[in-house]
């Protein structure tokens, strides 16, 4: 591990001062789940970590008629909190869908939405990766790519995000704030997450410097929601597919307001705009289901050995939405 | 090299560290407390699982300088002098190991769990506390493998510790 500096502030000011003052080479410290074993591999060398998790953003409050989600809010506490299991029962379920507990009880809230790819090329230094080392090509294209993108990946890049809360977030209409050099703003999810394009070596729209210092959910979309995910064991792996959704049926049994994103497939929690658009007003049943799987999907492009992803992403969204039927 | 203070098993205790080591190398190699185990190095075995402020956490994955003024409970801190803590019986009790290299992380993974409560990923009203069957001690246990796949035994003892 490439040695480097330890620096703890008082507030997020200060936080984003050391980093503009430590360049390309300081990164923030969160709960380290991800960056502490990526910094073991040698994928990140920061030569300063600005450790921003006991900064004052570890609550949850009331935020007009939604919630506001402090950054450091550690994992396992989002997923606890009453409001959150009662209200957003599919965020809930994203985030215990996710890691392990000991992960949970450390990962923040800020470190989930910045964590980095498990490409098993990202993560190995000994290989070429467009993402870690920009221009040195992409391994998965030809290699193992089982577990890979289906939608929007590029030509430079065929990773997937990790992220189950990130999931939700997209398909909850989340908005995350951010403090920065040049000030405050909001980046409404999934904007957050960038396609790969050719630029894979950046994850999301944030510029240097840049701290998320809280999350906020609008109020919970009507009806009923979940969070189902397929993997490969029962617990503790990453999404092949995961499907965020919220369905809300009309006295008539028409479709009153659908949420749908999709885990697992992309670059970026991806947010099932196609499908929506077929649901709304539509009959809510399992053949309307299935042909809003079906415009989302049309836009998928598989690779040789992770095709499977688009039959299984078609099932998940249909089932899914089945068991939110009233 | 940067000093630190922490509360180990009930006492304090000073170091000086490089900001490379991690929480599990400053227990087993700075303080001598070499029950938390090196499994994997990466967040994945649960072996160097202990309390920090009360809750389970990959010792591993911690960074000792990002947890100066914390209060960390090991293995050897569980039990109370010759009373041994309810999972450590329990574990006793149900045969719970194998080769014993995972088992320090057990314990100290199901006595954070017995506190934690709320909902797990399989517990089918997310809004709903359920009981600890065995499904939900799977569930919650899954961040600690055993390679000697004792987990029948593992199950059966954490629910007996739940129990008690």
Excluded at chain 1, 51 to 69: C, N
Aim: hydrophobic share 40%.
């Amino acid at each position: 591990m490439r040695p480097f500096t330890y620096v703890r502030t008082r507030d997020a000011v200060d936080a984003v001062e050391s980093v503009e003052a430590g360049g390309p080479d300081a990164m923030y410290l969160g709960g380290g789940t991800n960056l502490v074993d990526l910094m073991r591999l040698g994928v990140a060398t920061p030569a300063r970590l600005v450790d921003v998790s006991r900064l004052p953003y570890d609550s949850i409050a009331a935020h007009g008629d939604g919630l506001r989600i402090g950054a450091a809010v550690r994992n396992s506490d989002l997923a606890a909190h009453p409001d959150v299991r009662a209200r957003y029962p599919m965020l809930a379920r994203a985030v215990l869908a996710g890691a392990s507990g000991q992960v949970r009880n450390m990962a923040t809230v800020g470190g989930n939405l910045l964590q980095r790819t498990r490409c098993p090329y990202f993560q190995d230094v000994t290989k070429p990766c467009n993402k870690r080392d920009p221009g040195s090509g992409c391994p998965a294209v030809e290699g193992d790519h089982q577990n890979m993108a289906v939608l929007g990946r590029s030509a430079a890049c065929v990773a997937t995000h990790p992220s189950d809360m990130a999931v939700a977030l997209a398909a909850l209409g989340a908005e995350v704030r951010v403090t920065g050099p040049d000030g405050e703003r909001t980046v409404p999810m999934p904007g957050l997450h960038r396609l790969p394009g050719d630029r894979p070596d950046r994850d999301t729209v944030l510029a240097p410097g840049e701290l998320i210092t809280a999350v906020d959910l609008p109020a919970p979309p009507g009806g009923r929601s979940t969070y189902r995910k397929v993997r490969e064991r029962a617990s503790f792996a990453f999404a092949l597919v995961s499907v965020a959704a919220a369905l809300d049926v009309g006295p008539g049994g028409g479709v009153r307001d659908v949420r749908i994103a999709l885990g697992g497939v992309a670059h970026a929690p991806w947010r099932a705009g196609a499908a929506e658009e077929v649901l709304q007003g539509a009959p809510a049943d399992a053949d309307a289901f299935a042909r809003a799987a079906d415009a989302e999907l049309a836009a998928a492009r598989p690779l040789p050995r992770n095709a499977y992803k688009v039959p299984l992403a078609r099932h998940l969204i249909v089932h899914t939405l089945q068991e939110l039927l009233p | 090299m940067v000093k630190i203070e922490l509360r180990v098993n009930g006492a304090s205790r000073r170091a000086d560290v490089d900001t490379r080591v991690s929480l599990l190398d400053l227990l087993r190699e700075h303080l001598g407390l070499t029950g938390a185990k090196k499994g994997c190095d990466h967040g994945q075995c649960g072996a160097c699982t202990v309390l920090i402020d009360g809750r389970r956490a990959n010792a591993c994955l911690a960074l000792a300088v990002a947890h100066d003024g914390t209060d960390v409970t090991t293995v050897e801190g569980l039990a109370d002098g010759d009373d041994l803590h309810p999972v450590q019986e329990a574990f006793l009790a149900h045969d719970a190991f194998q080769c014993g290299y995972c088992t320090p992380g057990q314990l100290c993974s199901a006595a954070g769990m017995l506190g934690e409560g709320g909902a797990s990923a399989v517990t089918e009203d997310v809004a709903a506390d359920p009981g600890l069957t065995a499904d939900e001690i799977r569930e919650r246990m899954s961040g600690n493998l055993c390679r000697c796949g004792a987990y029948v035994n593992i199950v059966a003892a954490v629910g007996e510790a739940a129990r008690a």
